[in-house]
């Protein structure tokens, strides 16, 4: 079975910084297209960062020059470090693979998320 567990979450003020990481219980975790996504409360689930298996890339408009995406293929771990955080950021975090690649019955199951709480 795989396994997604997402951490690094937590309750920030405005401008602040958060790292997030998803570790993946998979196999061959470097071939995968992965995404971090969130979702606030009464929204869909949006994308907000890909990266491929080859290590390019993408970002929400939203996000761009904020948010950093990476991996580390070693550790089937990806990140997501999010700087000059604002409350619209406030969601909960999801990873998964990145669905522009995949069909939606090829996503992991969805682990549970870390919340990320941005407030003054």
């Known amino acids: 079975q795989v396994q997604l567990v997402e951490s690094g979450g937590g309750l920030v003020q405005p401008g602040e910084s958060l790292r997030l990481s998803c570790a993946a219980s998979?196999?061959?975790?470097?071939?995968?297209?992965m995404a971090w996504y969130r979702q606030a409360p009464g929204n869909q689930r949006k994308l907000v960062a890909g990266?491929?298996?080859?290590?390019?890339?993408n970002y929400a408009d939203s996000v761009k020059g904020r948010f950093t995406i990476s991996r580390d293929n070693a550790k089937s771990t990806m990140y997501l470090q999010m700087n000059s955080l604002k409350p619209d950021d406030t969601a909960v975090y999801y990873c998964?693979?990145?669905?522009?690649?995949?069909?939606?019955?090829?996503?992991?199951?969805w682990g549970q998320g870390t919340q990320v709480t941005v407030s003054s």
């Open positions: 990266i491929t298996g080859g290590g390019s890339t």
């Open positions: 998979v196999d061959r975790f470097s071939i995968y297209h």
């Open positions: 998964n693979r990145d669905d522009r690649y995949y069909s939606f019955t090829d996503l992991f199951p």
